[in-house]
Each structure stands twice: as C-alpha cells, then as structure tokens.
C-alpha cells in the first residue's frame, strides 16, 4: 500500500527566511504533484514533477524530484506573508486515476 | 481555462434530506473526482468516473450516489447522511486517466456540508 508521508506537519517561519517541507513515499511512482491549499477553500495546484532529478521553480518555490530516495521538497526562499497555507504532495498511485495525498504541512509566515 | 465548478458552496441538511452536490468543468477532461475533506486532513478519494463510468468506488457507504450524466457533469446524491458526514466535498477532474500523460488533477472550490 502506497503512503505518503510530509514533515513538518506545521512549520511557523520568520519573513525573509528560508526553508524546507518533505515528501516521503513509499512504492515507485512516477508522477508526484504539489497543491497549496488556503484556508477554506480548495486545492490549487502548484508542481508536477514527472522524472527523477526534476527540479521546478516558480517565485519563491521549487520542487525537486528524487525518485530512488522516494522523496520530493517544496523548497521556500525568503518567505513572505502571502505563503501561509496548507501545502499538499501527492503521488500517482501507480499510473490508476489515485492520487494518494500527504498528510499536509501547515506553513505560517510570521511578518 | 482549468475552471471546475462546484454548486452549491454551502449546503446544510437534516439527516433525512435528500440532496445533490453538482460538480462541471469544461476543460474536455475524461476522469472526474469526489473527494472528501475534513478540517485539518487530506482530502480523501471517494469515487472516480472514467469516460462516464465508474471505475473507482473507495467503499464509500451507500447513503453517497454518484451519477456521471455526461462527460462535463458529475453529480453526487446524498440522502440520510450522518453529522460525522459533514465535510468540505471537492470535485476534481484530470486529461487523461492512467495514461503516460501529465495528469494533474483541477479541483473545483468545494461544497462546505454540514448535516443537523
């Protein structure tokens, strides 16, 4: 059974600082995406990283892909207040329509 | 375009209610999705519809009906649901389904359920 788990679970972060979220996953798969989701409403999707050593940027996020350690990060740089929310990896359950969702990491930036 | 609807935004109902959640995007996507999601969690799959037919059911209980009435609607049918099924249920919907492509899926904004 595929799992996918995320650390932390909640990360309080200074502006201007820098910082991590990880993805572990457990079988092979080939697709692993990236979702923010702000507070009450949905899920916007933000990455999708299809190969190993695939590394995606946009602002001041960046995914990177390693599937042989089965792990993919959401990489922060100089964070700002307007990041605070709940970021989501999930992982293609083997080619199947399921996505298998991460626990979350709840990310607050402090002004 | 990546819009996926979702009406209605709130719902409330009593336990012995019958109601529907209407889901619609129309991005030419065969492969549409309910999920449900309870404060704090990932959202869980319940259902998947594959070119208009169900080819995922997550052991969903059977008071949750889904209906895929074309290839741009989903539809899903609740009737004597319970207070534990109170929930923000998303709808999504994804290109292709299993296949060698990019699936990303697109979530629509969500119905926000509570049951009395």
């Known amino acids: 059974e595929l799992k996918v788990e995320q650390n932390p679970l909640f990360l309080s972060m200074q502006e201007g600082k820098n910082y991590t979220i990880y993805c572990n996953y457990s079988t092979t798969s080939d697709r692993l995406y990236w979702y923010r989701q702000d507070p009450g409403k949905s899920l916007e999707s933000l990455f999708v990283?299809?190969?190993?050593?695939a590394v995606k940027q946009e602002g001041r996020l960046m995914a990177s892909l390693d599937t042989k350690a089965r792990l993919s990060t959401l990489h922060i740089t100089a964070a700002v207040h307007d990041l605070s929310a709940t970021y989501f990896c999930?992982?293609?359950?083997?080619?199947?329509?399921?996505?298998?969702f991460g626990t979350g990491t709840r990310l607050k930036v402090l002004a | 375009d990546t819009e996926v609807t979702q009406t209605p935004k709130h719902l409330v109902m009593g336990m012995t209610n019958k109601k529907s959640l209407k889901c619609e995007q129309h991005m030419g996507h065969r492969a549409m999705y309910w999920y449900k999601q309870k404060a704090k969690k990932p959202p869980e799959l319940m259902f998947v519809?594959?070119?208009?037919?169900?080819?995922i059911n997550e052991s969903v209980p059977s008071r949750f009906s889904p209906e895929c009435p074309n290839s741009s609607l989903l539809n899903l049918h609740l009737h004597a649901l319970q207070p534990e099924d109170s929930a923000l249920y998303l709808c999504a919907s994804s290109r292709t389904s299993g296949g060698p492509s990019t699936d990303t899926q697109y979530f629509g904004p969500g119905t926000r359920l509570t049951v009395l």
């Open positions: 990283l299809l190969s190993n050593g």
């Open positions: 999930a992982v293609d359950s083997s080619g199947t329509y399921k996505y298998i």
């Open positions: 519809y594959s070119y208009e037919k169900l080819s």
